[in-house]
């Protein structure tokens, strides 16, 4: 079960994050401006997702969660191949927005599934398995571009059918059909029964109204987790949407040598981060810390103002590179053990619409403003596409900066969360 839910997140990420390997091609083609492109990477699949979030979340803690897993793999997978058959603008923006919409099932009902397969002890390692799915899927998408653009005309000789689709639209299809086919693997995994691992072995249901009194009386934790989450996501979609451009851009580097070894990094960097996060956990755990895995998250933000504020500062393409590999590291690392915690200070028929407001906000933060918000600084304050190295080093390391001082400040209440979940289970 972990390893088909680790595949899709993997699937899932391929086909959102191929488009950043993309832009330079879709922007000639298209004759897009840098903010109509960020729209594509932002609005266009954040809207539909956050819109569709709640309405999967609470389906997810009434309803099958595989079967709203294997309709969603296989709605997001047509329409991300459905990209690469665009002829203009808002054509691929609409099929951009479809992704976004089916991707929206994913994390409610996989969080709530493998909160219902480990025990507490368990649960943390098997989030850090799960969410090595963006990392891998992140990797992929920029390994994969990058061998479809540099094998393009070996491509066209073997099968002259693709002689009418350019690289880009070639790419969408390639990374979209697989999905169909993982649609119907997920039909192997068993539902089980909820509650398993919690505190009371009552399957106990709750209505809207208990949920929203819920999270109201702990808001004192959720707002200051969400938004200081928020705040690292930020860092954690700039940095995959602007860096293939930046590294083009400031260093003159082609796109298969960028796909290859930022993807590459990023599959590496990011893995390690993510896997890394129960390690760190349990070190402070064993120091005493009853609040470990957001004290995790809160650290990992400082490391992150160091990394992003020195992106444009370092020398060379490689130099680079390795700003970019400390901060894929330590937007990963907090990523398993922010959402184990979720589920910990949680009841467990209030798990699903939790985590999709959690992704709500994030979307709405991160994947919704973040890589429009670096285009922004590029085009309307520096003016200059080549600054767009600034652009990121300046909106990522003032979002980490933020991001520390709101986890640091919802541990405390952390703290209380658990204890009043443990109470209403």
Not at 332 to 343: C, G, I, K, V
Not at 362 to 391: E, N, Q, W
Request: aromatic fraction near 12%; charged fraction near 10%; hydrophobic fraction near 55%.
């Amino acid at each position: 079960m972990l390893f088909l839910l680790t595949f899709a997140y993997t699937v899932a990420f391929i086909d959102r994050q191929v488009l950043n390997l993309l832009v330079e091609d879709i922007k000639r083609d298209l004759l897009l401006s840098d903010t109509q492109l960020s729209l594509l990477q932002g609005l266009a699949f954040m809207g539909s997702y956050i819109a569709f979030s709640p309405l999967f979340g609470r389906w997810a803690d009434v309803a099958n969660r595989r079967n709203i897993l294997v309709a969603g793999v296989a709605t997001w997978s047509v329409f991300s191949a459905a990209c690469g058959l665009a002829e203009n603008y808002w054509q691929l923006f609409l099929a951009r927005a479809a992704v976004g919409a089916a991707e929206a099932c994913l994390a409610p009902a996989a969080w709530s599934l493998i909160a219902d397969y480990f025990n507490r002890e368990r649960l943390p390692r098997a989030m850090s398995i799960f969410l090595m799915g963006p990392y891998i899927g992140g990797g992929l998408a920029m390994i994969a571009g990058g061998m479809v653009i540099g094998s393009m005309s070996g491509l066209i000789e073997t099968l002259p059918m693709l002689s009418g689709m350019q690289p880009w639209q070639l790419t969408f299809v390639m990374v979209g059909t697989p999905g169909v086919l993982l649609a119907f693997v997920l039909l192997s995994i068993r539902e089980p029964a909820r509650g398993a691992h919690s505190a009371s072995s009552q399957d106990r249901s709750f209505s809207l109204r208990e949920v929203i009194a819920f999270l109201w009386q702990g808001r004192a934790f959720y707002v200051r987790f969400y938004l200081g989450m928020g705040l690292i996501v930020i860092v954690l979609y700039a940095l995959p949407a602007w860096i293939p451009a930046f590294l083009m851009r400031t260093h003159g580097a082609d796109p298969t040598t960028v796909g290859l070894q930022y993807g590459v990094l990023v599959l590496i960097m990011g893995s390690a981060g993510v896997l890394s996060g129960p390690f760190v956990d349990r070190w402070l755990a064993g120091r005493g810390y009853a609040d470990s895995p957001i004290r995790t998250a809160a650290i990992a933000s400082v490391a992150l103002v160091v990394f992003t504020a020195s992106l444009p500062l370092m020398p060379g393409f490689y130099g680079a590179l390795v700003a970019a590999a400390g901060g894929t590291f330590f937007y990963s690392l907090p990523q398993a053990m922010s959402a184990a915690a979720l589920q910990l200070a949680t009841p467990n028929r209030m798990r699903g619409i939790v985590a999709s407001l959690y992704l709500f906000v994030l979307s709405v933060i991160g994947l919704g403003a973040a890589p429009t918000v670096v285009a922004l600084v590029t085009d309307r304050v520096f003016g200059d596409p080549a600054k767009v190295g600034v652009s990121l080093a300046v909106v990522c390391a003032t979002s980490a900066a933020g991001a520390a001082l709101l986890l640091f400040s919802s541990l405390p209440h952390y703290r209380r969360a658990l204890e009043h979940s443990r109470a209403v289970a």
